[in-house]
């Protein structure tokens, strides 16, 4: 999956594989994934954790009513219930909002379980992706992406840095957000 495909700049995510995004803004980036793909999303989200998505705020990136929220009791069961999301391959996009950076071994879980998910899937594969905090660092992901803001008075904007990837070297995009809620991204 390729963001901002039109201006034909090289923000990708590969389908059926678990990335990662932190920063103040990473709601946001999970937004602009879901903005981009048809269908339901779940957004997990541990039943402990206060900050939760609201539809208000939702709303400039997509309609509110495509979200699916799961609230479970434990951490472990946030990484459980994306696993499954994922091996079922029915949403095209898992979110899991985490306050903790998962072990190695639950990432690899969650890979082979997309990869599952892509064979049983009707449409493209689906795509995971954790949320953590600070600047990230869960162990095994495709890729590791810091987004924060970066608004002006006119506009509100973002800063994106790719800061891992397995197939492409570190970099950093402007993006900024159009007043009829279009996106565009500047190298």
Not at 38 to 50: A, D
Request: with cysteine; hydrophobic share 40%.
């Amino acid at each position: 999956m390729v963001l901002f495909q039109k201006q034909n700049l090289d923000i990708r995510l590969d389908l059926g594989r678990v990335h990662e995004c932190a920063g103040r803004a990473r709601r946001s980036f999970a937004l602009m994934l879901a903005a981009q793909l048809s269908g339901p999303i779940l957004w997990i989200t541990p039943q402990y954790e206060t900050q939760r998505p609201n539809p208000d705020g939702i709303r400039p990136f997509l309609d509110p009513a495509r979200l699916l929220f799961a609230t479970p009791q434990r951490p472990v069961d946030s990484l459980w219930c994306m696993e499954e999301a994922l091996r079922s391959g029915v949403v095209p996009l898992v979110v899991a909002d985490l306050n903790h950076y998962p072990a190695l071994t639950p990432v690899r879980r969650l890979h082979l379980a997309a990869e599952t998910g892509a064979r049983y899937s009707a449409k493209a594969p689906p795509l995971g992706l954790l949320l953590t905090p600070d600047k990230g660092g869960a162990a095994g992901v495709e890729t590791r992406w810091l987004l924060q803001p970066d608004s002006t008075e006119e506009q509100p904007g973002w800063q994106l840095k790719r800061l891992r990837a397995r197939r492409a070297p570190p970099r950093a995009w402007h993006i900024a957000q159009t007043p009829d809620y279009c996106f565009t991204a500047m190298i």
